[in-house]
């Protein structure tokens, strides 16, 4: 039996664990996971870790002994498969029962998989778990040819990683630009300038077909196009679903992603849903559920739970911020740029160092900064205050953006 009961041992289940220690929470806290290690970062696995520069036991969030002194019931290996709402209750695949008085769900997602031939073949890779960036950094000592399928942050990080490391990578998004999902044209453009720099191959507007192989190991990727591209390691990093199904069964309102409110709180009583499968409202991102993969949301998301169950409750008012690193690239986000109106663009990619600013009706909503660290943090209150500013002023990259606020 748990006072709080919480389902994913990832970045938001962790979370709520250590802000409920930390803040010296009374109740019992059991925190079930369905892989087999205790909670670790998952954003090195496309970078440092594939790399090389970062080993696995710099992953954990936090030592077995640390866990130890919270208290909290850590339960690994076991995936929660039902739950019963009414009875307050969650059964594991091992057909352990657990009593909950609350309920955080913050089981993430599943990486998708393309509906086509020969996704089952030896060398086609997926990366989500500490499991698959093993066996992706085993695989790539001795590969050759790889064929990134998508051009999203997981694809585009693996892909700089891949070459990084000596093998012919081919990167096939079937968007036409490259981050299409989540920045505007330029940094695409620039990104894509610099994976070819780097020697990658784009194949922008492609869709692919089938995986061929033969003796079970992939050989190639072939697009609908006809193009057939040798391959004998595959990435396919095609975007995340998030892990709904056993709620759903319970009856939460799900569409994509679990519904839930500001507070994080699902259409069921006391359970709430966090992180990448949380489909959330906010006042201050419009009208529109969201819903976010992002250290920072699993995070703040988690605090906004913890504190609910501490007697402190309140809305969660995010400021989605995000980083990725390619090559020497390290690009931050602030915001969230999708139905920007115009883009004000600082400073010159051929610098490499610049930034882009989003604004929606005059105001801003996002900022990407390139190797610049001093508008990514400038940025952040103009984009909290949603500021109105003349982008004339903004496209001086002379002054800075503390400036303009
Ligand atoms: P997760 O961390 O995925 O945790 C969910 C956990 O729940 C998993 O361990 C899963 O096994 C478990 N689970 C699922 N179902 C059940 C069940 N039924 N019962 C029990 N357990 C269950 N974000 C950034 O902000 N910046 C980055 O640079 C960045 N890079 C990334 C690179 C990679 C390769 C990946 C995969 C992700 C990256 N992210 C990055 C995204 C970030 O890691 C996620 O947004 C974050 O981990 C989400 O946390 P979460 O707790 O919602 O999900």
Redesign the pocket.
Known sequence: DFDTLI????????QVALSLAAAGYQGTVGL????PTAPY???P???GFLAGTVERDALDMKSAQFWESTGVTMVTG????HVDPEAHLAR?SHDTAYRYRTLVW????TARSLPIPGTNLQGVYR???VED?VSLRSALRTARRAVVIGGG??GL?TAASLRQAGLVVTVVESQSRLLARVTGSDVSDYIAHRHRVAGVQLHLGAEVSELWGRDGKVRSVRLTTGVNIPADLVLVGVGLAP?HL?LAAAGAACSDGIEVDERCRTSLADIYA????AAFTSSNLGEDRVRL??????VDQAKTVADALLGKPRPYVPLPW????QYDIKLQTVGLQNGHDRAVLRGDPATNRFSVVYLSRGSVIAVDAVNHVRDYVQSRALVATRAVIDPDALSDSSVQLKELA
């Open positions: 389902v994913g041992a990832g970045q938001a289940g962790a079930v996971g369905a892989e970062e998952r954003p696995l496309s970078k076991r995936e929660i498969v594991d913050a089981a993430g997602g990366l989500r778990t960036a942050y997981i990080e892990n056993v966090i992180g990448d499968c993969e992002s250290v920072q949301n699993a995000f980083w990725s690193h």
